[in-house]
């Protein structure tokens, strides 16, 4: 399935300690050649802090116990700099973290450094080291204390441009921790961040969506509320603006949370809009699925896509674990579609549909008109469902059509007061807590 594989394309925009799990999964699938991977790892690595582990992937693509001189030497120097960076951030968190420090800091960034350094001497490169041991520890592997040292950086420092820089870093770092709930509230600092900074030029500013998007991504698919979440993000026009200018493959992960998601059905109109607009671009099988079922209404077609849908999500890092959902939803969504276009319907037609087995289909489509409430008749003498016609009045579309006005007024009414505050207060730090 490298074919299907969107990790080559989605490398450039991550960070290389976030590409390093994306490579152990194509490993543990064997996608590409052992080999290959393991010399991309050493590549990957071989600039960072982790010696030890790089040295490990050299013995192994060597096939040696020995190892060149650069490693040691390299090692030596690595554990000297950690020292004398913790002993330097010691001195700062010692400041920090007295009692009567913390009861006497404010709000006012300014105003609490103006504090720490007339009583305890405290200087901005006193605070820049923490941003240097926070970056040392997060090239060394050691995320949890990389995460910590940034939060203290931030809170402290009054350097725009280092602080966007220490968020991009802890939200890596509690990615790579698991820290969900964690990295769910980073990457929303940052959102909140990229869409309200004065950036030098467009370019720049789709460069730092692009970054997002793929990074989200790692949230997203791991934190409870992440397909939630990934709707209300990449559906924003200046997200979805940036999805169709540089980065369309990203459709197939709006995709598979909006077909997951039943609560969000009302979105599926403007997913199908979307695909249609990007078909030239880019598709795979879980675009295809949609277009085939909502565009073409062809359901042999989207049968033969839902097969290989199994198989490209078997094969995709982030969506492996919504495999089972993705196909139950959809069978959902092909049975809706298949039963609101015909009035009497063959199980044993519609369980082919599905890729069941007879017994299995009618097992499933019992369940389905039970649990969904379908207005539907089964016949078991002539083995098929019969379903009565129901027209939505126009009262009721309309109420459907407008429901989400309230919301998107809230919505923006919170953005332009958002924004109002940090006009008033250019000095105040987007992303502190």
């Known amino acids: 399935m490298a074919a299907y594989d969107l990790i080559p394309r989605m490398i450039p925009y991550l960070d290389r300690h976030l590409v390093f799990p994306l490579l152990e999964f194509l490993s543990l699938n064997k996608i590409y050649p052992e ?23 050299y013995k192994e ?25 913790q002993t330097e951030s010691q001195k700062v968190l010692d400041i920090i973290e007295n009692p009567e420090v913390i009861a006497a800091l404010r709000q006012d960034k300014l105003q609490n450094l103006h504090f720490l350094k007339e009583k305890y001497g405290l200087t901005d490169d006193m605070v820049d080291t923490l941003y240097q041991f926070g970056q040392f520890q997060y090239n060394c592997g050691s995320y949890g204390g990389a995460a910590d040292m940034l939060y203290h950086f931030r809170v402290l420092s009054t350097d725009h441009e280092k602080n966007l820089s220490a968020l991009w870093g802890k939200l890596a770092s509690e990615i790579l921790d698991t820290n969900w709930d964690n990295a769910l509230e980073e990457l ?27 990074w989200s991504i790692f ?46 059905k009302n979105i599926l109109k403007d997913l199908v809009k979307i695909i249609q607009q990007e078909s030239y671009e880019y598709q795979d099988p879980i675009t295809e699925f949609v277009e085939s079922l909502y565009v073409k209404f062809d359901f042999e077609g989207a049968q ?5 849908c199994d198989e490209v999500l078997q094969n995709d890092f982030f969506l492996v674990a919504t495999k089972l959902d993705f196909i139950e939803h959809a069978r959902y969504l092909i049975s809706e579609t298949y039963c609101r276009i015909h009035l009497k319907i063959d199980i044993s037609e519609l369980s082919q549909t599905l890729n069941l087995e007879q017994e299995e289909g009618e097992k499933w489509i019992v369940n389905l008109i039970r649990d969904t409430r379908v207005d539907a008749k089964l016949d078991f003498k002539e ?51």
């Open 61 to 85: 693509i060597y096939e040696t116990e020995d190892i060149p001189q650069e490693f040691v030497s390299k090692r030596q120097e690595v554990l000297q700099t950690l020292g004398n960076l």
């Open 188 to 214: 929303q600092k940052l959102r909140e961040t990229i869409d309200q900074k004065n950036f030098s030029s467009p370019l720049h500013q789709l460069q730092q969506r692009s970054w997002f998007i793929h």
């Open 383 to 433: 083995n098929t469902v019969i379903m009565n016609q129901n027209h939505t009045s126009i009262y009721q579309q309309v109420i459907e059509r407008t429901k989400g006005l309230s919301f998107r007024s809230q919505v923006l009414a919170s953005t332009i007061e958002k924004r109002e505050a940090q006009n008033q207060n250019p000095n105040a730090d987007i992303g502190t807590e």
């Open 304 to 308: 033969l896509k839902l097969k290989q």
């Open 35 to 57: 080999k290959d991977l393991l010399y991309a790892k050493y590549e990957l690595l071989g600039k960072t802090n982790m010696v030890d582990f790089t040295s490990g992937l």
């Open 219 to 264: 949230v997203f698919f791991n934190h409870p509320k992440g397909r939630d979440g990934i709707i209300d993000v990449f559906f924003q026009p200046q997200y979805l603006n940036t999805i169709q200018t540089s980065c369309p493959w990203i459709l197939r992960y709006l995709t598979t949370a909006v077909v997951t998601n039943k609560r969000r």
